[in-house]
Structure formats: C-alpha cells, structure tokens
C-alpha cells in the first residue's frame, strides 16, 4: 500500500487530454512538501518529468504540466503522443515515515 | 555528460550478501546526496536508501533496515548498496539516484537516474 495513492491506469486517444490523480495526507502534501513527477518507458529508467509541483525541467515538452492543492496533485497530458505510452509516478517527502515516498504507478494507454 | 552507471547485480541465494556499485560521471559528486531505489517484477518504485553529500547521515526504508547499508566513496565517485541477509523479496531492479541540490527542504527529488542492476534472489 503505497503512502500516495495513484490510479492504476488511464487511458486516451491521441490528442486527447488525461490526468493522473496523486493523493497524499497531512504528513506529505498537507505538511507543505512538493510533489515530483518522474516517467518510466517500457524497460528503461524513471525519467524526472516535473519538478516543485509545476516546474518541467529543460526538454520536457509543455504538453506535460503539473499541480497541487492541499493534499492532492495530478498531472496533465495534453495533444497526446504514441510515444506517451508509459507508466508515470508521483513522489514526495512524509514527514511522518520521515522518508521519500513513491505513488503506487499509473499506467497510461494512448488508444 | 551526467551518468550514473549501477553494476553488481546478479543471482543470490536466500541469506547471503551482494554489493552494489554505482559510478558516477559529469558532474561534482561531493555536492550531491544519493539514493537507491528498487522495483520488483511488475511493480512500482520502492525508495530504499539514501546517502547525505556528505556520508555523514544515512537513512533507510523499514525493509531493508539493518541488512543493509549505503556508503560512499568520493575519491572514486562511487556509491555503494551492501545488502546482507538477502530475501526473495528483495529481488528487483536496483537505481542509484541523484538527489537535486536546493535550498527548500520541501522540495528534494530526484534530478538523475542509472539505468538499474538486476538482482534476483532465489535458491
């Protein structure tokens, strides 16, 4: 059970717009840590993908925004890709477990 | 350019020891906390461990706490992963991580990646 939870999977169409939900508590988002973005290809390595909440590092395409309110984040996808097709995972700090924290993964089709 | 380059992987009996290397390049070592982090077959990221700039804190995920140990070697640029008392579920990928340098302690992630090294723990 993973302290931030994620849906398992989303889909869309290209072109289309989907989000991912990353849900945390008072010990990790509601005590005023930041959520992170990082995605997976098949078979390689997490790649950081957003930053700080919002921020997209250098060469991380606009079509990827992140934010958060209170104890919830979520991550945006616009004009969908083929190339999108991956698993995506939210992380933080808690507070309480006093250690980095992980979503449990979403998996995202592009149809 | 930046690289982070894990090696030491491999097959292990269950109750035995393995080390994990991991050799950094493209950028100042010294200045940078370290992670490692698993994932198992068909699951998601698990944080195991983490090194201060410094070697002089380390912490640990609640599975691994007292079977292994993260160490660093600044003069070669090597992070290392001692994992002692091996158990099945401990097999995964393994990923040494740089951890991003800011001011704000609210805001630590990870900025780089290796591309992992296998362990499988199996009799």
């Known amino acids: 059970q993973s302290v931030l939870t994620q849906p398992p999977s989303v889909s869309g169409a290209p072109g289309q717009r989907v989000t991912i939900s990353c849900t945390g508590n008072?010990?990790?988002?509601?005590?005023?840590?930041?959520v992170h973005w990082y995605q997976q290809l098949p078979g390689a390595a997490p790649k950081l993908l957003i930053y700080?909440?919002?921020n997209r590092p250098s060469g991380v395409p606009d079509r990827f925004s992140g934010s958060k309110s209170g104890t919830s984040a979520s991550l945006a996808i616009s004009g969908l890709r083929p190339e999108d097709e991956a698993d995506y995972y939210c992380?933080?700090?808690?507070?309480?477990?006093?250690?980095?924290?992980f979503g449990g993964g979403t998996k995202l089709t592009v149809l | 350019q930046v690289q982070l380059v894990e090696s030491g992987g491999g097959v292990v009996q269950p109750g035995r020891s393995l080390r994990l290397s991991c050799a950094a390049s493209?950028?100042?070592?010294?200045?940078?906390?370290l992670h490692w982090v698993r994932q198992a077959p068909g699951k998601g990221l698990e944080w195991v461990a983490v090194?201060?700039?410094?070697?002089?804190?380390?912490h640990f995920a609640d599975s691994v706490k007292g079977r292994f140990t993260i160490s660093r070697d600044d003069s070669k640029n090597t992070l290392s992963l001692q994992m002692n008392s091996l158990r099945v579920e401990d097999t995964a990928v393994y990923f040494c991580?740089?951890?991003?340098?800011?001011?704000?302690?609210?805001?630590?992630?990870?900025?780089?990646w290796g591309k992992g090294t296998t362990v499988i723990v199996s009799s």
């Open positions: 992380q933080s700090f808690d507070t309480s477990l006093r250690r980095c924290v």
């Open positions: 008072s010990s990790n988002f509601g005590a005023g840590y930041d």
């Open positions: 991580a740089r951890r991003s340098i800011t001011t704000n302690i609210a805001s630590y992630y990870i900025d780089v």
């Open positions: 700080s909440n919002t």
């Open positions: 493209g950028f100042t070592f010294s200045n940078y906390a």
């Open positions: 090194i201060s700039y410094d070697g002089n804190s380390q």
